[in-house]
């Protein structure tokens, strides 16, 4: 059974920094990885995703990469604000197209 | 239209009330999904329709009754609930349901309560 932890729970860093949030699992064979992002009591809005056959994906401040081989995947946030608190949930996908989720990192910029 | 909608936003039933939640999307996805979701944990898949047709049900009690009556459309009727079945229910929908690529995409959610 499929497993996946993320490391740490929770993180607070004040605004300008570089941080990364660590996501890992316990079954390599995975079809693809999404990172979400989620506001107290609201949805999860995709942030990325990596397929299986993929190293790393970019959008704007975001860098993921994926070494499917070790479990791992990582999420990069440059140059850090405020508005990008929330809750960061990265979530594989194995066969029969289930989506397993990560316990998520709790991020806080302070200004 | 890249979203998918879920109404209502908020509900509060009473353990013997019967209501339902619905979710709605117009990206022509042929996947969509319940999941559940309390305070602080990761969602839990509850269901999943591929094509209209019920492909996985995650052991959920008998009180939750998916519906699907058309490829953009989904219910979650709810009866005789418990206090513990107050949660979020998230929506979402995907392309397909096989092959690498189907990214799923979620709706706000309806933030349930039981009395």
């Known amino acids: 059974k499929q497993e996946v932890t993320q490391i740490p729970a929770a993180l607070s860093v004040p605004e300008g920094e570089n941080l990364v949030l660590n996501c890992s699992f316990t079954d390599s064979a995975i079809y693809n990885l999404q990172w979400f992002r989620q506001d107290p009591g609201k949805g999860l809005t995709s942030l990325l995703l990596?397929?299986?056959?993929?190293r790393e994906q970019t959008s704007g401040r975001l860098n993921a990469s994926l070494d499917k081989s070790s479990g791992r995947s990582t999420l990069y946030i440059a140059a850090s604000q405020p508005g990008d608190s929330a809750t960061y949930l990265c979530?594989?996908?194995?066969?029969?197209?289930?989506?397993?989720f990560g316990g998520g990192t709790r991020l806080m910029v302070k200004p | 239209d890249t979203e998918v909608t879920q109404t209502p936003k908020h509900l509060v039933m009473g353990m013997t009330n019967k209501k339902s939640l619905k979710c709605e999307q117009h990206?022509?996805?042929?996947?969509m999904y319940w999941y559940k979701q309390k305070a602080k944990k990761p969602p839990e898949l509850m269901f999943v329709?591929?094509?209209?047709?019920?492909?996985i049900n995650e052991s959920v009690p008998s009180r939750f009754s998916p519906e699907c009556p058309n490829s953009s459309l989904l219910n979650l009727h709810l009866h005789a609930l418990q206090p513990e079945d107050s949660a979020l229910y998230l929506c979402a929908s995907s392309p397909g349901t096989g092959g690498t690529g189907a990214r799923q995409f979620f709706g706000p959610g309806t933030r349930l309560t039981v009395l």
């Open positions: 990206m022509g996805h042929r996947a």
């Open positions: 979530a594989v996908k194995n066969a029969g197209n289930m989506l397993t």
């Open positions: 990596i397929q299986s056959s993929q």
């Open positions: 329709y591929s094509y209209e047709k019920l492909s």
